[in-house]
């Protein structure tokens, strides 16, 4: 069974920064692609990030250039830094295993003054 736990979410102030964790287990991780999505209440899931088996990493338009993904095979954890957050980063932050078809429980994110 694949089991994906997000931690780290949080309130934080605008220009603030947070560093959310995906702990993965029931798969091989240094074969597994992972990625983060979020969603803000009253709209739909949205692509954060995401990390290769082989370390290449993709962005989300909206988070490019901000929030950085990485990962550590030997914690089998996937990491997502989020640098000079904003409101609208204001979401339920969930982690993927996308060829399991998986997904971790959420963590919200809280970006207020």
């Known amino acids: 069974q694949v089991t994906l736990v997000e931690s780290g979410g949080g309130l934080v102030q605008p220009g603030g920064t947070l560093i959310l964790s995906c702990g993965v287990s029931?798969?091989?991780?240094?074969?597994?692609?992972i990625s983060w999505w979020r969603q803000a209440a009253g709209n739909q899931r949205e692509f954060v990030a995401h990390?290769?088996?082989?370390?290449?990493?993709n962005y989300g338009d909206s988070v490019s250039g901000r929030f950085t993904i990485s990962r550590d095979n030997r914690a089998n954890t996937v990491y997502l830094q989020m640098k000079n957050l904003k409101p609208e980063d204001t979401a339920v932050y969930y982690c993927n295993a996308p060829n399991k078809n998986a997904w971790g429980q959420g963590t919200q994110v809280t970006v207020s003054s």
């Open positions: 990390v290769a088996r082989g370390g290449t990493t």
């Open positions: 029931g798969l091989t991780f240094s074969r597994e692609g």
